[in-house]
């Protein structure tokens, strides 16, 4: 069953990662799809080509999330090529691993202007677009399971991923006498560049492959089934809810 064919979705830091798998997956679902990149052109035009061989359209735009002017021109780059914006996934997002007595300021400020920063300026642009088009859309944030528990090395991370499920929590107040719905995706552990590092140390690795009742760390393929649901009319009555996506992570308590 195709869930969004017709639509145009976006999706930000969708050069790699779970962005990228999020923008396939919305593509398999009929969707055209905008993808917001921050630096690496060749890996954005495999995706833009991945989804094209799929029978979709695909634009890659080049932006740092950051920039609140990134975001209109991001809004505005998919309008000019699909000619609306219905589904926008906020999705770029930075965890520098770092111990927190000696944490840079520069560490902390950066990761905030990615991760929340970001993603408000993006949101915005997204649902400014949607409001003026006058019928509806979904925003899905990839927020984490590090929105409900914490990180010694993750002390300015984890209150973005919090900070980004709550900007969805309130949009979905906000945004919803417009027909447009808010939600967040919490993946768990989920193999990328993002951890590439921290997960290289075996000892590490194999304590969070333990804590996941489901057996295994997570593929970013595994993420994009309920990025695909939120954004979708399955998902009519469905605002301001969010969705783990860890394997049972969270609730493994003993
Ligand atoms: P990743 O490093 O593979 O991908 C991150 C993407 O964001 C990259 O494409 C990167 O270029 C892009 N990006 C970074 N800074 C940007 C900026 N300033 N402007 C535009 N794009 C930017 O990591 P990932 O695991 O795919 O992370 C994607 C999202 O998923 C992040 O928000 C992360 O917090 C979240 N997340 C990841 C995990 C995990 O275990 N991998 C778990 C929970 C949540
Ligand atoms: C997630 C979670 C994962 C970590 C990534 C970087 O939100 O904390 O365990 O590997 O971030």
Redesign the pocket.
């Known amino acids: 069953m195709m869930l969004l064919e017709g639509k145009t979705v976006l999706v930000?830091?969708?050069?790699?990662?779970?962005?990228?798998?999020v923008a396939v997956e919305c593509a398999r679902h009929g969707a055209n799809v905008a993808i917001?990149?921050?630096?690496?052109p060749d890996?954005a035009d495999a995706v833009v080509a991945e989804i094209e061989a799929l029978g979709r359209r695909a634009i890659a735009v080049k932006?740092?999330?950051?920039?609140p002017a990134?975001a209109t021109a991001f809004a505005k780059a998919a309008v000019d090529a699909f000619g609306s914006v219905d589904v926008f996934v906020?999705?770029?997002?930075?965890?520098p691993f770092h111990s927190f007595l000696d944490m840079p300021a520069e560490v902390v400020d950066?990761t905030i202007?990615?991760?929340l920063n970001?993603?408000f300026y993006m949101t915005q642009a997204a649902a400014n677009r949607m409001k003026d088009q006058g019928k509806g859309g979904a925003i899905v944030a990839?927020?984490?399971?590090?929105a409900l528990v914490g990180g010694g090395m993750q002390t300015h991370?984890t209150p973005?991923?919090a900070g980004?499920h709550s900007l969805m929590q309130s949009c979905a107040i906000a945004l919803g006498p417009y027909g447009i719905r808010c939600n967040s995706?919490?993946?768990?552990?989920?193999?990328?560049?993002?951890?590439r590092d921290d997960l290289a140390d075996e000892a590490k690795r194999k304590y969070m492959e333990g804590r996941i009742p489901l057996g295994r760390?997570?593929q970013?393929e595994d993420?994009g089934g309920a990025v695909v649901f939120l954004a979708s009319d399955m998902a009519r009555y469905v605002t301001g809810a969010a969705i783990l996506v860890?394997g049972g992570a969270f609730v493994n308590l003993q």
């Open positions: 930000t830091g969708a050069s790699r990662g779970i962005g990228a798998a917001n990149y921050a630096s690496s890996a932006g740092d999330v950051a920039d990134a906020s999705n770029a997002g930075i965890c950066r202007k990615v991760n970001g993603a990839i927020s984490s399971i590090s991370y973005t991923k980004v995706v919490l993946p768990g552990t989920i193999i990328t560049d993002i951890n760390l997570g970013p993420i860890d």
